[in-house]
């Protein structure tokens, strides 16, 4: 099974971001067994339901990233003032899609890289999360998310928002040389991923965007609308996705953005 690496390239401006493909056929068998003997193989509940599970596989995952097979580790989030963005319209909403899935206007943005993003994927009956296969997979997992954001019924009269929120991840300083090499001429530091490990990241940031709201309340500067989805209050998921392809450096720190978009609950 083919895993997906990210590396850091270090230059006088700062560090950039870019995945490869490479192969991680054992670690992905070990983080398969790990997650299967404690959830029982049910990815839904890992992902929905049973917050304390979810915790518990985060640890013992955690445990095998500091044995050195996953060194990036998920830190903290990132709100700002550019987080909110009303979505005025069903083409708005449309372009929305085409950027996350680098469809459309903007399949110049896919390439081997594009393997590393993890995308709600309604096909199913119950949303589930995962990267994509293919060209024609990440196509039809956007015409299976309009299908799914049609059932809900969105009027774009103020009731649809998207969340970008930034995801900052850790690369341990005495773990660089370790994993240094050469690519396309460039030194660089290649982090090997598997499926698992980014669905782990995934399930790291889902879970801290669900607890950041009980360590601050709300956020200044904001809108009352931009706190009421901020605190989770009367929303409901329309579509989400990890955006792992286009890390950027901030202050020193890599971070991917994690997007959502909401529907307001009729009243």
Not at 71 to 87: I, K, Q, R, S, W
Not at 95 to 110: I, M, P, T, V
Not at 127 to 137: G, N, T, Y
Request: glycine share 4%.
């Amino acid at each position: 099974m083919n895993a997906i690496g990210i590396a850091l390239i270090s230059s006088l401006i700062g560090i950039f971001v870019y995945s490869m493909a490479v192969t991680g056929k054992a670690a992905d068998q070990r983080l398969r067994w790990i997650t299967q003997n404690s959830l029982g193989g049910n990815s839904q509940t890992l992902l929905e339901d049973k917050m304390e599970s979810q915790r518990e596989i985060i640890r013992k995952i955690e445990k095998e990233m500091k044995k050195g097979s996953a060194p990036l580790c998920f830190e903290e989030m990132g709100f700002g003032a550019d987080t909110y963005h009303l979505v005025e319209s069903h083409a708005k909403l449309d372009q929305l899609l085409d950027y996350f899935f680098r469809n459309g206007e903007y399949a110049a943005l896919a390439d081997r890289q594009i393997k590393s993003n993890v995308y709600m994927d309604a096909a199913r009956r119950n949303p589930i999360f995962r990267s994509a296969k293919s060209e024609l997979d990440r196509r039809n997992m956007e015409v299976s998310a309009k299908r799914w954001i049609k059932k809900k019924h969105p009027t774009f009269d103020g009731d649809v928002y998207v969340e970008n929120v930034r995801c900052f991840f850790s690369l341990p300083e005495d773990k660089i040389e370790r994993y240094r090499c050469t690519v396309d001429g460039e030194q660089t530091t290649a982090m090997i991923f598997s499926k698992r490990h980014l669905e782990t990241l995934y399930l790291q940031c889902l879970i801290s965007r669900k607890e950041v709201m009980q360590q601050k309340e709300s956020l200044e500067g904001l809108s009352e609308v931009c706190n009421q989805i901020y605190r989770l209050e009367d929303v409901d998921v329309l579509f989400q996705c990890l955006i792992m392809d286009n890390m950027q450096e901030e202050d020193g720190r890599i971070y991917a953005q994690f997007s959502t978009v909401y529907i307001l609950s009729k009243e």
